[in-house]
């Protein structure tokens, strides 16, 4: 594991108490850094606190929880003014450059993922393991362990408080290499570790990616059974891989683009879908090879390989190259590169699934709002997706959209919803939605209104949900159009 803790005093056993008492409760844990605050004056982390800041880290402040998802609500700002920057666990960026006056604050919140290296036993006799095998260099960082990490950091940071709470949301699970992983030390940056920070607090990111991975050694080191032990049904998988998978003199993880290499995403994309996940393909982004000022291509075939015919059915992310950006020559370039990336991958995911509220939070900071870039993103006007009805509803639901509410009917419109359609495959109960889309619309704003969430839970016996109400639902990827 990746901290051994000594034995617990009865003091220590108190304070642990209390804290999993209030994980387990409605009440949050709440943090106050301000004079008289039960954080004031840098509390150093200890197994009897089960709080405080990293030993050796004034910036870094870890909270003893266990495995999930949870939203921090945090308030930002002091008596002088301040510009703050969040990181989640090992450097995930959550919240960028947040400008704060003199005596004022704002409240922002966002999702983090917690999670530990352990797994369920197998059974007597069957193969596999109770832990993911680590690297080395694994077992020192901020990733796998039972603690929730906020790393202080901006020009002048300034946090008053904060407050933990568990959340029930749909998760974005990352399977990928370094490109994608969560790197522990700056300027190294990837796409992975800047998603969090595009998208509102109603979505967590949980980044299962590591360096010098294949699409075999993610396998193999229970990597890939860590992030299935954990999906459900609703949840989103991308994955990336490729940069070592071609690599020859590897032979225990090579694997050829046109063959194995493709039967090896299959078996990822079926494991995904029997979970009713949704997984997503994205191609490696470049290295930065160049010649006479050109990027110069490295993956062959294997981009082609992941978006050509591995599987129709899911979405994909085609990440750019040079012609994309122009800052990618620049001496910070792998740190523009990834957040162009980051860009990419979230307005993909706005794109696909319309029951997400993927908006961007209202955070001041430096880089654009969210443009569609993916290759395989939606058409601006058209939107298609797959829910699924309980058996023996099939009347009810009918009548019930027979008799739609006319503030329903007035709020999809306001958002800028027309032409909306649901079919039904009688035999399978499957629902097929098709609808069209002003631009600009507020469709991301809609599970936050209150008469869409009233909807969701009249219709929520009638439907496979998330634990929320929000009614399941699949994109449905367009492969023909006729005017």
């Not at 301040?82 to 704060?100: C, I, K, S, Y």
């Not at 990616?209 to 954990?230: M, Q």
């Amino acid at each position: 594991m990746a901290r051994v803790f000594p034995a617990m005093t009865a003091s220590a056993a108190f304070a642990l108490l209390f804290l999993a008492a209030a994980t387990a409760s409605a009440a949050p844990l709440s943090f106050d850094f301000t004079p008289g605050g039960n954080a004031q004056g840098q509390p150093t982390y200890t197994s009897a606190r089960g709080f405080g800041f990293e030993p050796g880290n004034g910036h870094a402040f870890s909270v003893r929880l266990p495995e999930g998802n949870y939203r921090v609500s945090v308030r930002l700002g002091g008596g002088a003014p301040g510009t703050t920057t969040l990181l989640a666990e090992q450097r995930r960026l959550v919240l960028e450059n947040v400008h704060t006056p003199a005596h004022k604050h704002v409240d922002l919140a966002f999702i983090v993922n917690v999670r530990t290296a352990a797994l369920a036993p197998p059974p007597p006799n069957a193969p596999g393991g109770d832990a993911v095998r680590l690297e080395p260099r694994e077992l020192d960082g901020l990733t796998w362990d039972d603690r929730l990490t906020l790393e202080f950091a901006g020009a002048a940071p300034r946090v008053a408080s904060f407050s933990i709470e568990p959340a029930e949301v749909p998760t974005l699970y990352l399977a990928g290499d370094s490109t994608v992983t969560d790197q522990p030390r700056a300027p190294a940056a990837s796409w992975g570790q800047m998603l969090p920070r595009f998208f509102a607090p109603d979505i967590s990111i949980a980044n299962h990616a590591e360096s010098g991975e294949t699409l075999k050694s993610f396998v193999t080191e229970l990597r890939l059974d860590k992030l299935l032990s954990n999906l459900r049904a609703g949840d989103w998988v991308m994955i990336q891989f490729g940069h070592n998978d071609q690599k020859s003199q590897w032979p225990q993880t090579f694997v050829e683009a046109a063959t194995t290499y493709r039967s090896w995403l299959r078996v990822y994309l079926a494991e995904v879908r029997r979970r009713g996940a949704t997984p997503i393909l994205v191609t490696s982004p470049e290295r930065r090879n160049f010649d006479a000022g050109h990027i110069v291509n490295s993956h062959g075939d294997y981009p082609a390989a992941s978006t050509k015919r591995s599987d129709r059915s899911s979405p994909r992310v085609r990440l750019p190259t040079k012609a994309a950006t122009g800052r990618i020559t620049t001496n910070t370039a792998p740190i523009h590169w990834r957040a162009w990336s980051s860009r990419a991958c979230a307005a993909a995911i706005r794109g696909w699934s319309p029951a997400w509220p993927t908006t961007l939070p209202p955070t001041p900071g430096t880089m654009t709002p969210l443009t569609p870039c993916s290759r395989r993103t939606e058409a601006a006007m058209n939107h298609a997706f797959r829910m699924k009805l309980k058996p023996g509803h099939v009347v009810e639901y009918q009548r019930r959209h027979d008799a739609i509410w006319p503030e329903l009917a007035a709020l999809l419109r306001e958002a800028g919803i027309h032409d909306y359609s649901i079919f039904l495959d009688e035999e399978t109960l499957h629902l097929f939605a098709v609808l069209k889309l002003r631009e600009p619309n507020q469709r991301a704003t809609l599970p936050q209104h209150p008469v869409m969430r009233r909807w969701w839970d009249y219709m929520r016996d009638l439907m496979e949900t998330h634990p929320d109400g929000r009614p399941l639902e699949w994109p449905l990827i367009p492969v023909f159009h006729l005017d």
